[in-house]
Each structure stands twice: as C-alpha cells, then as structure tokens.
C-alpha cells in the first residue's frame, strides 16, 4: 500500500496552515514529520485520516483519491493513535485494544471470538500481553503508548499515523516505543509519526518531512534532511549533527545542540 | 481495599459472580417487595402473595378463552380478599419502580460517558424543566380536569422534556457556527436555557390563582409511583424504543469515551453515536422523572457503583447498570413506605438521597480514585 499526498494545501476554514506539501509513505517505511509548534503537523494528519478535508491538492491511497470513501473504508487502510487519550474511566488493557476492531464490528455488532483473537495477537505483537488486565489509566505513559498502538494493530490497517508517540515519556519509555514502532516495519506496516526529537529520524532510519514556516517542506531521507542548516532554518537554533560508528560498526547520527 | 481489585491493584475477573449475586439480590427484594401491604403496615405471607399472583395471571389468561376463572372472577377475587388487590398493586408498583431505577441508572451511564466526566447528570440538558413547563401548560390549559387526564399528562411531559432537549441541541448548533460542535457548547447552552424557560415557569406559577396552584402541585405530586394502566403502557414503550437500541450499541458505545478524531478514524461516526446516545439518555431520564418522581440522584450513583464491580466496559456496565439501577430503586421505594412520615409514607427522592450518600462519601474518601 502506498499513501501519497500531492500538492496539498491544509487548514481550517478559509485558513491554510499549509502548503504545496506533496510526499508518499509505502508499507515498510517510517516517515517521520518534523517541524516547530504550530508549524501544521497535526492538520496534516487530520488532512491524510480525512478528519479534514483538504483545500488544494489531494490524498491517495494506492492510486485512488480518498476524498469520496467512507470512514470506514479508510479505517482498513490507516490508524491513528492520537497524542492525548486518557479515557475518563478505568478501562482494562484488553478492552481498550479489542476497540480497535469497532470498524469491522459496526454500530450494531458485537465482538465475535475471531475479534477476541486478533485483539490478543496485537497485544502479543506489542509485547503487553502482561499488561492485558491493568487499569489502563494506572499504567504508565509509555505502556500507554503501547497499548494505543496496539488498539490501532487490533483495527489491522496497514498504515499507522501516530501523533508524537514519544511526547511527555521518559527516556527508557521513549526508545521502548520508537524499537516498537521500528519493528513494526518489518512487520510489513508503514508508519507516518510526528516528533520533536530529530533523533528518532536517526533511530529509525525514516524519510524525513521537515514542515517550516513560510518555506516550503524539506522531504527526503534522515542524513540527507536532517542537517545543521535545515534544523536552523525551521527551529532557529544552532544543533550539530554528529556521526560516530555504533557498537555494530555501523555509522550512527544523533543532534546535539549548541547552547 | 476498593471492590473489583487485587493487591496490585489488577481487576478480578469476578464479574460472573457479581452477576449472579446481583440477580438473587434482585429476585429476593422483587420477592419481598411483593410482600408488603398496601392496606396496612406490614407483610403478607410469600404463599398469599404467590397464590393471588397466580389467579390474577389465571384470570387474564382465561379472559381470552372465556374460561372458567374468567367467568368466576369476582368470586374468586373475593375469595382471597384484600390480599389479591394488594399483591396485584405491589406487583405494578414493584415492577415500575425497578423500569425507572434501570432507565435512570442507563441514562447516568450514558450522560458520564459522552460528556466525559463521572459527575454528568442525565438532567444536564434540561428534560427536569421541560417537564415541569408541559405541567404548566397543561394546568393553565385544562384547569382541574388535568387531574383525571393520565395521557394527556405523559403526552405533555414526554413532549415538552423532548422539545427542551430538541431547543437545546439546535441552539447549541447554531452557536457553535461553523466550529466543530462540542458537548461543553451543549452544556453552556443547556443551561441558559434551562434558566430562562425555568425563569419564565416560575413567573406563571408565581402568579397563578389558588385553584391553579392546587391543580399543579397535584400533578407534581410524586410520592407515589403511577400505575395507571397508560403509564404502564408509557413506560413500557419507552423502555423498549431506548433500551434496544442501547442494547445492541453497546459496544460500540465504547467509543464515545475516546478522543473524537481516534474513535471517527475507527471508522465510526462518534456525532451520530452521541447524538442517538444523548436522545436516548435523556427518554431514559424522562421515564423515570415522570413515572417515578424526583429520584435523578439514582442516575449519579449508581454508575459508580457498576464501573467499581464490573468496570468501565459499556457491555459489562450495561446489565450492572440495569440490575443495580433497578435493585436501588426498589430498595429505596420499600424503604420510603415503611418511614411513618406521612399516610404515604416518605419522599422516595428523600430516601434516595440518604441511600446514596454513603456511596458518595465512599467515592470522595476512597484511596482509589480512578474507578470514578
């Protein structure tokens, strides 16, 4: 499956945040969004889940145009985990997961054993299965994180769209999430992932959409978009790309700032 | 240590045994519930009770074939006295009283999960007002003969709470322009209005003649559950047209709990599941309001007390929230009957309130908050 947008402007209203943004994700990849606050990464979001419609340009799916599908045929093909998803009541692990095959069950269904099954395998794809009955308001925020991914693999799309997976985690947490979401990769799911930590475009070896006001998006590969001069030109802070050999030999970059 | 949970504070699985508990707590309330005499202070015995029971349902039955106890009822009835009105009548009140506990505790449910906070109250959006103004209006339009209208008074009730609710949502939309509407524009709306239509009934009853004022405090008087044959047949069609539909979306309803961009990219549309939801809720609330009296307070309860036994799972919740609703109201009815407050005995909304504010104050003070 390949997800592409093509010259398309994003807003609200007559508002456009963003413009001439034209960029494709295929299955197998990450494609990490960078840019400052405020900058439209979530109205692009919104614009690729059609939870907003495009002002100019369009979103495609394998080649057709998703304007006119249903929510729920576009639900077979992406989801979203959002930044902000703290349920106002203690919902079990399980039953926050199994709610990501609401799409296939309907307004009206109800869960069927195969549901229940496929609820299980992306609790086991995840590696929370010992999690399944904690309160889900009592676990930490990056088994939070988890399990959110994992509730959208139970929706079994193709393609995952995550709003800052890292945000507000701890360290340990925040490479916990990012080895998941690289994993799932291999897994043959592509991933669109928003982030403020130019870092992870490193750790996941991702194609980069650097989004900057009143200039055009960067796209390309992490070591060929994430360079001293691009992450002046969109944060306007001075940050030092560093390469070094890794324990396995292999070249790794990481950003340090210059204070 | 709070219900439902293990020292690490994981939940039990213990919902089938809840259940279970729930259902003979049930059965032995209904049971004795029957019991009571309406006559007099007391009890009859379960064989009384079971037997009068038992001819009522033979004459009816009879009644459609002509049969012998049909023909012979006034002999039979007679035969067992006051008891067989008396086992009759606690059967309509017992029965309603457990419908309206059911719809209230639901509504609670439903109002918790769509607004998003445990302390929503299913008369948010101002069904208690329009209930009161439908009274009003028919006071003012048929004077005394209101009293001996039953359906005209749910007619007015049911439409008034409906239109309130409908003025509501429109204001709400039209508020909210070209904004994406939310349920907090829903709640600030409902709440003007529910001032100004509450402001202008006040100033009619303020100034309605003696006579008037009579006839309204009549129709609101709500000591005693109704069971005229049309509110029977009131309730029942609303409990079918809003449980149903609630039964079969409670899965789904899960999603209303979730943030709204997530649950639409599930591929449901959460507008038209709070939509229906709210509607739905706020039927619920008016059944009970109308059928049963002032008894709100079971709907903020007792959802509570379903989520700590059987968790936030709208599926789990559901039959909970049915069989707890139910028994609390029930418990509360029997209590108020036996306060030697008045003939009538004590203001179910009285007893509702002093029922549940140990559950309240056990939710404030409780270590564990998050099963709120």
Not at chain 1, 199 to 217: E, G, I, S
Not at chain 2, 15 to 42: D, E, P
Not at chain 2, 92 to 114: K, W
Request: contains cysteine; aromatic residues 10%.
């Amino acid at each position: 499956m390949k997800l592409e947008i093509r010259n398309a402007a994003c807003g609200y209203g007559k508002v456009k945040v963003l413009e001439n943004i034209s960029f494709g994700v295929s299955t197998g990849e990450i494609c990490c969004l960078l840019g400052p606050n405020g900058v439209g990464k979530t109205t692009l979001f919104k614009t690729l889940l059609k939870l907003l419609p495009p002002l100019a340009g369009e979103v495609r799916i394998d080649g057709q145009n998703i304007a006119r599908w249903t929510a729920r045929k576009l639900a077979r093909y992406t989801a979203y985990v959002s930044q902000f998803h703290v349920p106002p009541f203690p919902y079990i692990v399980e039953d926050v997961v199994l709610l990501g095959r609401l799409n296939s069950v309907g307004y009206f269904g109800q869960p069927k054993q195969h549901d229940y099954d496929i609820r299980d395998k992306a609790l086991a794809d995840m590696g929370i299965e010992h999690l399944r009955r904690r309160v889900y308001t009592d676990i930490s925020g990056g088994e939070r994180q988890l399990v959110m991914i994992a509730r959208a693999l139970a929706q079994e799309p193709q393609m995952l769209v995550l709003d800052e997976p890292t945000a507000s985690l701890d360290y340990g947490n925040m490479v916990r999430v990012i080895s998941q979401v690289k994993a799932l990769t291999t897994k043959g799911y592509g991933v669109i992932m928003t982030t403020h930590s130019p870092d992870q475009t490193f750790m996941t070896d991702a194609k980069v959409v650097l989004l900057m006001k009143n200039a055009p998006a960067i796209c390309g590969g992490a070591a060929d978009v994430v360079t001293k001069k691009n992450l002046k030109d969109a944060y306007g802070v001075d940050v030092n790309v560093v390469e070094f050999a890794d324990a396995n030999g292999r070249i790794a970059r990481v950003c340090a700032p210059t204070l | 240590m709070p219900i439902g949970l293990d020292a690490a504070g994981v939940p039990r699985n213990n919902h089938k045994r809840y259940m279970r508990l729930l259902l003979g707590g049930v059965l032995l309330l209904f049971a004795l519930s029957l019991c009571i005499r309406i006559a007099s202070r007391g009890f009859q015995s379960p064989a009384d009770v079971f037997k009068s029971l038992w001819l009522w349902a033979d004459i009816h039955i009879s009644r459609l074939t002509h049969g012998g106890a049909w023909l012979n009822r006034s002999a039979l009835m007679a035969e067992r006295g006051v008891g067989y009105y008396e086992a009759y009548g606690r059967l309509l009140i017992s029965g309603v009283t457990f419908v309206c506990g059911m719809l209230l505790a639901l509504a609670g449910s439903i109002f918790q999960s769509v607004f998003r906070n445990p302390m929503a109250a299913p008369s948010m959006l101002g069904v208690g007002t329009g209930i009161q103004a439908g009274l009003i209006v028919m006071a003012l339009t048929y004077g005394e003969a209101t009293l001996y209208m039953p359906l005209e008074k749910y007619t007015y009730c049911y439409a008034f709470a409906l239109t309130m609710l409908a003025l509501v949502m429109g204001v709400a939309k039209l508020s909210s322009g070209k904004r994406k509407f939310s349920v907090f524009d829903l709640l600030i709306v409902a709440a003007i209005v529910s001032q100004i239509i509450g402001g202008v009934t006040s100033y009619f009853v303020y100034g309605m003649d003696n006579s008037f004022a009579l006839v309204l405090q009549n129709l609101s008087n709500v000591l005693n559950v109704n069971t005229e044959p049309v509110s029977i047949a009131m309730l029942a069609a609303v409990t079918a047209l809003t449980v149903i539909p609630f039964f079969l979306m409670r899965f789904s309803f899960n999603a209303v709990c979730f943030d709204s961009d997530e649950s639409n990219s599930m591929g449901l549309n959460t507008r038209v599941v709070k939509f229906i939801s709210l509607v739905l809720g706020s039927l619920m609330m008016t059944a009970g309001m109308v059928h049963c009296g002032a008894v709100g307070m079971v709907s903020l309860i007792v959802p509570f007390i379903s989520r700590g036994l059987f968790g936030a799972e709208s599926r789990g919740l559901f039959w909970g929230n049915l069989l707890i609703g139910g028994l609390v109201l029930l418990l509360c009815r029997d209590i108020a009957f036996f306060v030697p407050f008045s003939v009538d005995g004590m203001p179910i909304g009285t007893v509702v309130d002093l029922v549940t504010l140990p559950v309240f104050v056990a939710v404030i003070t409780g270590r564990r908050r998050t099963w709120e």
